[in-house]
């Protein structure tokens, strides 16, 4: 199974979808580069901010030294894996790239000094380093700041997404009406990979996708509404308006809470407020607790009054995120240990076969084996899946 973000690919920086500005930028970082000064890269996931790194570095002929910031977290782990090599010429390029991708998602005591390390390497580096972002108002990006340029790697455009699948589909032979593609490019929130991925899935077994199918990718909108919903209970201050919102919202009041809790501190840096809206959060938390714990039902309606009052505490300004974070990564293993249980053997089997990594196999593969086993249409021989694993695959 070949993934069509893979097949279409581009082969040059000037391919990436509606980010020609950002890559002449990038460009000119390259060729007025100084010792001492790295860039950032920031924007949201799916809008080629490490493709442009990885394009860039072939077309000029640089060797790419690459690291994941999610995997390396402490300064004497990022000082360990790229001090040397910042340092040291290679025989077969004409010069390297050093690119730390996932910056951002540093958190936690384990990560303490890790930006720190980063700026210790751009400081010292014979070669110019790039850092990659979701989220530029994180507060552990302050020192990478004061000695990083910027380029932002904006959403794309409706209109520009809708075309760049146009043409995916026309080389697929694909019969795709403008309803369908401007369907999948507001589905996407200007996340590419996921477009081209949602194409991909919506043309197995058919060659004309219709505007009733794009029910089966609608997950995409529910992410959309839950953003929307958390935005009115940060921002609004009506009680009865945000209650209302909550229970009209397709969505959980226990998820709503979840990515509330995990998102309202990246809306303002007003200390005072954090800790009184936290502190109502932590009571709602009791209220959810008691529901679980002695089944009644009555605890969650004063969850969600507690959940819809927190933005009247607000007197200060409001900042509305670049990207919306999933949950406290520890409360979602909990939640899903089960179904992790029961879907890691197929995860390692994908990435034994198609030689991907496990994020790879989770977010790119497995929706598709997914959608093939929920539609009978069987899933790929070479993974060998047992008929208890395919059975899994139609029940999540």
Known sequence: MQLWTDKYRPVKPEGLAGQSQAVEQVKAFLASWK??????IFGPPGTGKTLVVELLA????????????????TAKEVQGTLSEASKQKTLFHRGK??????VDSMSGRSDRGGAGGIVKIISESRFPVIVCVNDMQNPKLKALKKVCKRVNFDKIEKREMSAFLGKIAKSEGLKVSDAVLDGLARWSGG????AVLDLQMLSLGTKEITEDMLTSVGFRER??????????????PSLNANRGTVRAADADPDDIFLWLESNLYR??????????????????????????NQQNWRFKAYMIDIMSGIASLRNGEFTKPAEMRLPDRIMLLARSKFRRAVTDPIVEKI???YHCSRKVASSDYMPFLMFMAKKGMGVPEELELSP?????????
């Not at 790239?97 to 996932?102: H, N, V």
């Not at 996340?191 to 996921?194: E, G, K, L, N």
């Open 35 to 40: 010792q001492g000064t790295g860039l950032i």
């Open 58 to 73: 072939k077309e000029r002929g640089d060797f790419l030294v690459q690291m994941d910031a999610s995997d390396t977290r």
């Open 97 to 102: 790239l050093i690119l730390m991708d996932e």
């Open 191 to 194: 996340d590419v990979r996921s």
């Open 223 to 236: 992410k959309k509404v839950m953003e929307e919903v958390l935005l009115a209970l940060m921002r609004t």
């Open 267 to 292: 809306t303002t840096t007003d200390q005072t407020f954090l800790s009184d809206a936290y502190d109502k959060l932590s009571k709602a938390d009791i209220f959810r607790g008691r529901v679980s």
């Open 351 to 353: 990435g034994q076969n």
């Open 388 to 396: 208890e694993e395919v059975d899994a695959l139609r029940k999540y």
